[in-house]
């Protein structure tokens, strides 16, 4: 069993930038992809990005290249979304999750836990 508790939510302006965490408890390995996704009000819950534990693999969103950058700290068991040059169609509640080696990883319903979710909310 892994859980998920997501932090580093608020309101910041566009242009600014936010780093959300993801404390990770529980049985992992290295081969666990550890995502992020957003869902705005009224749409699907989308991928943003997500990072094989070993570090080895990273993949992002075309939406957020150049802009976010996932990492994890081994040592705190923690996985990170930096978020720079936001915009105000960045804003949404952004959910950490976890899946062993899937075979899609932009999948939502591939990854098997999730925390609950932070608010980020971008003004113009």
């Known amino acids: 069993q892994v859980q998920l508790v997501e932090s580093g939510g608020g309101l910041v302006q566009a242009g600014g930038s936010l780093r959300l965490s993801c404390a990770v408890s529980?049985?992992?390995?290295?081969?666990?992809?550890m995502g992020w996704f957003r869902q705005a009000p009224g749409k699907e819950r989308e991928f943003v990005a997500t990072?094989?534990?070993?570090?080895?693999?990273?993949y992002y969103a075309d939406s957020v290249k150049g802009r976010f950058t996932i990492s994890r700290d081994n040592a705190k068991n923690t996985v990170y979304l930096q978020m720079s040059a936001l915009k105000p169609e960045d804003t949404a509640v952004y959910y950490c999750?976890?899946?062993?080696?899937?075979?899609?990883?932009?999948?939502?319903?591939?990854?098997?836990?999730w925390g609950q979710g932070t608010q980020v909310t971008v003004s113009s």
């Open positions: 999750a976890a899946t062993p080696s899937p075979p899609l990883v932009a999948t939502p319903t591939l990854y098997n836990y």
């Open positions: 529980g049985r992992t390995f290295s081969s666990y992809f």
């Open positions: 990072i094989r534990w070993s570090g080895d693999r990273r």
